[in-house]
């Protein structure tokens, strides 16, 4: 089962086992993205995955890893690493795993997370319009990520998100 996900540069042939995830599409772009997989019994192998790369997390809980690339997101099964879904052209730039195991995902202005499938991503409300969304890092339940204020971009904010009730404040 997977444990972890890292982005890496192309890898030589045959140093690792590798498994190309790609959908067949005329508006596939020529790039891709590597990710050195770590299984729990410490084996590792490589995704090549359609797309320049963006992030890549792993749900545990849930026995699911995603891969967001520039132009897919590909959420596998972290167990048989089969493709449970792929959503195309995806506006998101920023991924990560809340300590209950729900992705959260973040694209210029807005944060959303995974409920059922990609289609159905719930947006988190939040006390301002947001702009230029960068995720920090988690303390407990809490991610820390930093935006602009949108049409205010003088004004830097650091925020946090509560992965309990889902509820977004700007930090003091």
Not at 115 to 125: I, S, V, W
Request: net charge negative; glycine share 4%; hydrophobic share 35%.
């Amino acid at each position: 089962m997977i444990v972890k996900g890292t982005i890496i540069d192309q890898p030589y042939s045959g140093e690792f086992s590798e498994r190309i995830y790609d959908n067949v599409s005329p508006w596939n772009s020529q790039s891709w993205a590597w990710i050195k997989f770590l299984n729990d019994d410490d084996t590792e192998w490589i995704g090549q995955f359609r797309g320049y790369p963006r992030d890549v997390a792993v749900s545990k809980k849930l026995g699911q890893t995603i891969v967001l690339t520039a132009d897919y997101i590909f959420r596998l099964n972290s167990e048989t690493v089969d493709v449970i879904e792929i959503e195309s052209h995806s506006q998101y730039r920023c991924l990560t795993t809340a300590p209950d195991g729900t992705f959260i995902f973040a694209d210029y202005y807005n944060i959303a997370r995974l409920t059922d499938d990609f289609k159905t991503m719930k947006l988190l409300e939040a006390p301002i319009q947001m702009d230029r969304i960068d995720f920090l890092e988690w303390t407990g339940n809490n991610l820390t990520f930093t935006c602009d204020e949108f049409t205010n971009w003088d004004r830097h904010l650091e925020m946090e998100l509560d992965s309990k009730d889902w509820t977004i404040k700007i930090r003091e």
